[in-house]
C-alpha cells in the first residue's frame, strides 16, 4: 500500500490540507486522534467514510514527512 493512493491535497476541498481521498477528513485530524489514544475501530467509527488502509495511509504520509522535515525541540524560554 502506498500512502499516495489515500491522501491528496486539493485547494478546492479544504485549503490545501491534506485530506483523505474522496473525503473531508484532513490526515492531521487522524493523527491528532490516534496521538489522543482513539482507536483505529473508534476512528472507523467516528468517520465512516474512512477505510482501515487509509487511516494506516496517513500514519506512513506522516512518517515520511518526519522523515524528511525537522520541527526546533528547544524547550520554550529557552535559547
Do not use: F, Q
Not at 474522496?22 to 489522543?36: E, H, Q
Request: some cysteine.
Amino acid at each position: 500500500m502506498s500512502w499516495r493512493e489515500y491522501i491528496t491535497v486539493d485547494a478546492a476541498v479544504y485549503h490545501d490540507k491534506a485530506c483523505i481521498r474522496g473525503t473531508r477528513v484532513m490526515a492531521s485530524v487522524i493523527l491528532d486522534n490516534l496521538a489522543a489514544g482513539t482507536s483505529i475501530d473508534e476512528l472507523l467509527k467516528s468517520y465512516p467514510s474512512l477505510s482501515r488502509e487509509s487511516v494506516l495511509a496517513a500514519m506512513a504520509y506522516a512518517a515520511e514527512l518526519a522523515r524528511d522535515r525537522t520541527v526546533d525541540l528547544t524547550p520554550s524560554g529557552s535559547a
